[in-house]
Structure formats: C-alpha cells, structure tokens
C-alpha cells in the first residue's frame, strides 16, 4: 500500500511539473518579441498588420511566437514551405485572437498546397449517402488540421480590403469549432449573450439569404448564404477587411464581432 501511494503521489508530482512547465513556456513565448526581419516579412506579406495600434502590434508578436511552436507546415503537391508562408499564415491566425482568451487548442497541422486543391464533399439525405469531388482555396476540418492554397493565401492578404481572405475564413471556422461544433456559434466573449448573439446572426442570415437570392449586393459574401458557418466565416472575413462598410450595412453583425474579438477595427489607421 505504501509503496503505491509513493507511485502516487510520484505521478501526481510529475504531472503537476509537467503542467507548469507548460505554462510557464507559454508565457515566455507570449512575452518574447519577434526579430526585426520576422516584423519585416509580417509587414510585407500581410499589410492590414499595419494598422495595428501600438499596443495590438506587440500582442501579436507573442501570439505569433505561440503559433508557431505549436502547428507544423507541411507542403503538398512538391510545394516547400518557406518562411514566408509560415509567418503569414501565423500572423493572420493570430490577428483573430490578438486580443482575447480564445487560441486554436486543437490545431497542430496545416497543410499548405501550390493551388486551389480537390476535396472530396459527402452528403447525406436520408439513407442516400452521395460523394463529389470540388475544388477549394481552403478547408477546415473538426480539431484541424487547416487546408490552404497558398497562392489564394497570399494574394487574400496582399489585397487587405476587399472583404475576402481564405486564412481568416478558415480561421474563423477553427474558432467556431471551439465550441463543439462548426454551426456559427462560437465560445462567447464575457458579457456576451447568447440569445442576443443568435438573434442577430439569425436575422441578418435570413436576411442575406432572402438578399442573395433576389440578386441584390451585399458587403458579406453570397457564399455566406449556403449555411450558418459560412455566414460566419465571411462575417469575419470582411470585419477586419472592409469594417465601415459592414459597421454600416449590418451594424449589429458587427458589434457582436467586436464584442467576440475584442477589437474594433473601424478605429484602426
């Protein structure tokens, strides 16, 4: 009996340094500022960094750090992963949890493709199961790993302000995931409600969809129309990329994004 309480509370010893290490290697990644050419590369790849307050910029830097210790890049297709690609697809990860407690706990993987890539879709009606092959810029699966066409990553960065940008949309669906499920609800800010959050996605859904199907534009995406997640996906994408034009076409979408990320980007320069 004594000797397996001493394995015990051994383990229990072990598991609780174990823990702490974690956390304290955590926490001097999150307080380690990147290098000068690491800002320089950010800077260039992915330019709505630039508009970052002051206080925002050094946030990312930890987050970047963190990111990077965690997920391993892979190329497909004969691509070779560079440095670049790396710290762009980090950068723009970490800019959706720059500013609160929310972080990819179940990421460890991306896989990164040359091009647009060929998914297998399956659906099921009933006991009719039916399989066709598409073909995707990006895909995110339950608990990772994140798929990305690097040449559609790029350019999504490059171009900061037409509201489309596949590593943010993909993003927003790991972070939608967080919370069981890929449905358009995400694990809330606090303070945040729930019943207020889907009263106004709910709305603004059904009134893009009606907006969609009549022909009319909208600042969010048609692609926003073919489901909840998607409608949140797309939300995302152009709050940080075009955020005055959805503040003012669907002002309520945005303020519970503001409230989710605890950013207001119509602020930034």
Request: proline content about 3%.
């Amino acid at each position: 009996m004594f000797i397996f309480l001493s394995i015990l509370l051994l383990f229990a010893g072990g598991f609780a340094y174990y823990v702490w290490s974690k956390k304290q290697a955590r926490a001097a990644l999150l307080a380690t500022s990147l290098t000068t050419h690491q800002r320089q590369v950010i800077d260039n790849q992915v330019p709505i960094i630039r508009r970052l307050p002051a206080g925002l910029r050094s946030h990312l830097d930890g987050k970047v750090n963190l990111f990077l210790d965690q997920v391993s890049f892979y190329g497909c297709d004969g691509l070779e992963v560079t440095e670049e690609m790396e710290l762009s697809i980090a950068a723009q990860a970490s800019l959706l949890v720059i500013n609160s407690e929310l972080w990819y706990d179940n990421l460890t993987t991306i896989l990164i493709y040359p091009n647009a890539f060929k998914s297998k879709q399956r659906r099921q009606s009933g006991f009719v199961v039916s399989e066709k092959e598409i073909v995707r810029t990006g895909e995110s699966w339950d608990r990772g790993p994140v798929i990305l066409s690097w040449a559609h990553s790029q350019q999504g960065a490059l171009d900061d302000r037409d509201g489309q940008n596949v590593v943010l949309h993909e993003f927003a669906h790991q972070i939608d995931d967080l919370s069981g499920g890929t449905n358009g609800v995400p694990i809330l800010s606090e303070g945040q409600s729930f019943a207020e959050w889907e009263k106004v996605f709910l709305t603004a859904y059904d009134t893009h969809v009606q907006a969609v199907e009549s022909g009319r534009h909208t600042v969010i995406d048609p692609y926003g129309a073919t489901g909840h997640e998607e409608f949140f996906a797309v939300s995302v994408e152009v709050f940080f990329e075009r955020p005055k034009a959805l503040k003012h076409e669907v002002p309520e979408v945005y303020e519970q994004l503001s409230r989710l990320f605890r950013l207001n980007p119509v602020e930034w320069a």
